[in-house]
């Protein structure tokens, strides 16, 4: 359907100034234009909303949006007016008066698209009302759009109730309008279930994967003190983006939040709070004052976040460790949706993790009520917890570490995948930025895996490289570690190394560590592969020293190894990639424009510019009651500065600003860039 992309094309471009749709967006577009059920696996950030929008407002008729993010609603609604759409949204902030009112404008044909939130479809109101417009005859109901689809399915996190009326309801129209859902993560499970609890048919199926090409990931180990100092130098070099700072509990949001303020203030930096255990109404303001660019630096607890749309957010730090790598990267990733470089850096050490047990074994866990429940259901936040410190451990790339917590990649199997080697590095993360010195330590390796098979896991890390080392001591003799075979094996190597080896044979899953009390190291899921090879291996030994040929014929021939990595730099700060500045940016952009024809060129003046041009953006967006990333998206203001547009034409031209825009403010814009010029000009 030639003509349909085209159409849908001139919508990307006319509302929000893109010439292109991103991959996977185009695919789910046409399928919706064409008539046909879509299912779209995308990452935060990827453009999940365009793929719903751009048809709904090239389609006539009303296109319904099935939300559960009620807080969201307002801001995408204000962002598509910003753009020249006709939107609306009907949910229990409004007043039952302007509820009537939206419904009524709405069967006048007023609006293209309308947000609810699932429980609306219950209200026969509103059911008696999408029958008409669906009805034929009707105004129409082209497209129903399912938000968070994963919210349908009880095996995801964020199950809601009210999702799975959603079908009931659709049934209940007379004419079955195309069906969309989105997503950000499903696994295969989840999935399958969308499309059957939603009756999704044949669906066009889009998965983009997890991966955030432009999201650095970095690790740091560090105590409380540290931390605090980390972060205040990490804020103050970047000063001007905003930022979030993830604290475990309320305690120490209003902590850190004070530490900051005390140290910022006077650089006029302020530093903004949230979390549940504040006032509605201070939590609304906190929140808007970050979104509106008021307060750039955000310390919270993980209730901030969800119902935030800011697309211009520079960095994410964790003070402290996060209950899962699910919660991680769901909170991590809220940096960077607009696709510039961003930072999602942990601060951690062992105390995060002794504070996340002792939450574990307190909490009673709400909903689940029989203790074997309430059993299984601790076992299984001790397994999330212990792959969070494995993530903290690894010398590996962060990133496939991630991925691989989601399926994505197949670890690589085999004895050379040892810590020491693993070839591939994404580029991006702290760990392969990180020049390690690698050490062959296989025979420390192989005792230790022999002698957590002798004692049959029921030791923890300290014992066990204490009995190794032969160590005689309180604990060795209380448990008569020292009757072991194996006991004192490694005594020529230091109890720290023998640590330092049991550490990364958990981070690459031979070794297993328990969580909670006794945190006890036993068998990962590799340690066969480990013994299978090193038995094969001493097999081989055998086999060519005694001229034996009956041996080990089909075993695998790669013999085990296991190296560990130790950091070569000591400076951690060192080794962090900071967050690319705007004027970074500038530079890069022009950089990369100028290889291109027409290109722009750099301007040693562009960061002026880019300052004036965004305090020009904010006076725009206090004015109208928007956010700034409303007026205009970041990079369409380093286009600016470089391109340095000069009349309508050229300022179309610049990729994020559309006809409506360029209509209502882009005199202003093309004004301040004359000045500018002129100004430069005239010195
Ligand atoms: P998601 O819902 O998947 O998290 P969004 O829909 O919020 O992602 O989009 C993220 C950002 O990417 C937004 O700032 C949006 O304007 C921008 N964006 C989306 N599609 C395009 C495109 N085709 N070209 C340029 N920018 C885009
Ligand atoms: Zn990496």
């Not at 050379?416 to 062959?440: I, K, M, Q, Y």
């Not at 296991?562 to 690319?580: E, L, N, P, Q």
């Not at 722009?600 to 003046?605: A, C, I, L, N, T």
């Not at 006076?619 to 286009?639: F, G, H, N």
Request: charged fraction near 25%; aromatic fraction near 8%.
């Amino acid at each position: 359907m030639p003509g349909a992309i085209d159409a849908a094309l001139e919508t990307l471009k006319r509302y929000w100034g893109y010439e292109t749709f991103r991959p996977g967006q185009d695919r789910m577009v046409q399928a919706i234009l064409s008539g046909r059920d879509a299912l779209g696996v995308m990452p935060t950030g990827a453009g999940k909303s365009i793929c719903y929008q751009v048809p709904a407002l090239a389609l006539p008729g009303l296109t319904l949006v099935i939300s559960p993010l009620v807080s969201l609603m307002g801001d995408q609604v204000r962002a598509l007016k910003a753009a020249g759409a006709r939107p609306s949204y009907l949910n229990s902030s409004l007043t039952p008066a302007q509820q009537n009112t939206v419904l009524k404008r709405a069967s006048e044909g007023w609006y293209q698209i309308m947000y609810v939130a699932p429980e609306r479809l219950e209200d026969p109101r509103f059911l008696a009302f999408a029958q008409a417009t669906a009805a034929p005859g009707g105004l129409g109901i082209p497209l129903i759009a399912v938000d968070e689809a994963h919210c349908v399915s009880q095996w995801g996190q964020d199950f809601r109730p009210s999702y799975l009326q959603i079908s009931q309801f659709i049934d209940a129209l007379p004419t079955r309008p195309v069906l969309a859902a989105f997503t950000a993560t499903a696994t295969e499970r989840v999935r399958a279930d969308i499309v059957a609890m939603l009756g999704l048919r044949d669906p066009e199926t889009t998965i983009t994967g997890f991966d955030r090409a432009n999201l650095y990931f970095g690790v740091e180990e560090m105590g409380e003190k540290a931390k605090v100092r980390w972060i205040l130098d990490y804020v103050r070099e970047h000063a001007e983006e905003s930022g979030i700072i993830y604290c475990a509990t309320r305690k120490a949001v209003d902590q850190l939040s004070q530490e900051l303020s005390f140290e910022l203030m006077p650089q006029g930096i302020s530093v903004g709070r949230y979390h549940a255990g504040m006032g509605d109404a201070d939590r609304r303001e906190s929140q808007e004052a970050f979104i509106d660019d008021r307060v750039p630096i955000m310390v919270a607890t993980n209730a901030f976040g969800m119902g935030i749309d800011k697309p211009n957010v520079r960095y994410v730090i964790h003070n402290n460790v996060p209950e899962s790598i699910e919660a991680y990267y769901q909170e991590a990733g809220r940096a960077g949706r607009d696709g510039d470089p961003a930072s999602c850096i942990l601060l951690w050490n062992g105390s995060d993790f002794r504070l996340r047990c002792y939450f574990i074994d307190r909490d009673p866990e709400e909903g689940v009520f029989d203790s074997e429940q309430r059993d299984a259901s601790r076992q299984n936040r001790y397994r999330l917890l212990a792959q969070m410190e494995g993530y903290c451990q690894t010398t590996g790339c962060l990133r496939e570490y991630i991925l691989r917590y989601f399926g994505e990649t197949e670890p690589r199997r085999g004895g050379a995948d040892s810590a020491g080697e693993r070839p591939h590095g994404c580029g991006n993360c702290s760990n392969c930025l990180t020049d390690f010195e690698v050490e062959d330590v296989t025979a420390e390796a192989l005792a230790v895996l022999r002698f957590v098979r002798a004692v049959r896991g029921r030791f923890g890390k300290a014992a066990l490289a204490e009995a190794l080392h032969g160590a005689n001591n309180e604990r060795v003799r209380q448990y008569r570690l020292d009757q072991l075979e194996g006991y004192g094996a490694l005594k020529d190597v230091p109890t720290g190394k023998i640590r330092d080896v049991i550490d990364q044979l958990v981070g690459s899953g031979y070794l297993e560590q328990a969580q909670g009390k006794f945190a006890t190291i036993g068998f990962g899921p590799r340690m066969r592969e480990a013994m299978d090879q090193a038995a094969a291996a001493r097999c081989d030994a055998v086999a060519a020293g005694a001229g034996d040929s009956s041996s080990a014929e089909n075993a695998p021939r790669i013999p085990f190894t296991f190296a560990i990595k130790k950091r070569a730099a000591k400076s951690a700060a060192g080794r962090t990639r900071r967050v690319a500045k705007a004027v970074d940016l500038l530079r890069e952009e022009a950089v990369a424009a100028g290889t291109g024809p027409g290109a722009g060129v750099s301007h040693e003046d562009d960061a002026e510019l880019y300052d004036r041009l965004r305090a020009l953006r904010t006076r725009i967006a206090s004015e109208r009651q928007w956010a700034p990333y409303m007026v205009l998206p970041d990079k369409t203001l380093r286009a600016f500065c470089r391109l340095r547009p000069r009349d309508r034409e050229s300022l179309l031209a610049v990729p994020g600003i559309g006809e409506k825009k360029a209509d209502d403010f882009g005199d202003l814009f093309l004004q301040e860039i004359a000045d500018f010029e002129a100004r430069g000009a005239g010195q």
